[in-house]
């Protein structure tokens, strides 16, 4: 079972920046995608932007620019650097795995229905 584990939320104020951590675990697929995905209070849960195995990214129009998505293959972590929060930003932020047992999409899906397997989440505060 493949486990994520999120950390490096926070509260910031706006135009600040944040860095958030995913460790992920038994991922023993050769291809798969990772995600991050927000969910504000009365809100559905929306994606961020992904990441695949070969490295190719893919975001959301809202975080384009400002939100960039990493992964350190050595250490098992996905990254979600974050660089001028808005409030509108303000979530609870989680990691999710998928594995992918055909070719690779161009452009890795950010879809919640798209994962199998997430973390608990982080929570990420902007103040204005």
């Known amino acids: 079972q493949v486990q994520l584990v999120e950390s490096g939320g926070g509260s910031v104020q706006t135009g600040g920046s944040l860095r958030l951590s995913c460790v992920v675990s038994?991922?023993?697929?050769?291809?798969?995608?990772l995600g991050w995905f927000r969910q504000a209070p009365g809100k559905e849960r929306e994606g961020v932007g992904a990441?695949?195995?070969?490295?190719?990214?893919n975001y959301a129009d809202s975080v384009l620019g400002r939100f960039t998505i990493s992964k350190d293959n050595t250490k098992n972590i996905l990254y979600l650097h974050m660089n001028n929060l808005e409030p509108e930003d303000t979530a609870m932020y989680y990691c999710a795995a998928a594995p992918v047992s055909g070719p690779l999409m161009l452009g890795p899906p950010y879809r919640v229905d798209y994962y199998d397997f997430w973390g608990q989440g982080t929570q990420v505060t902007v103040s204005a």
């Open positions: 038994r991922l023993t697929y050769s291809r798969y995608c």
């Open positions: 990441i695949d195995s070969d490295g190719s990214t």
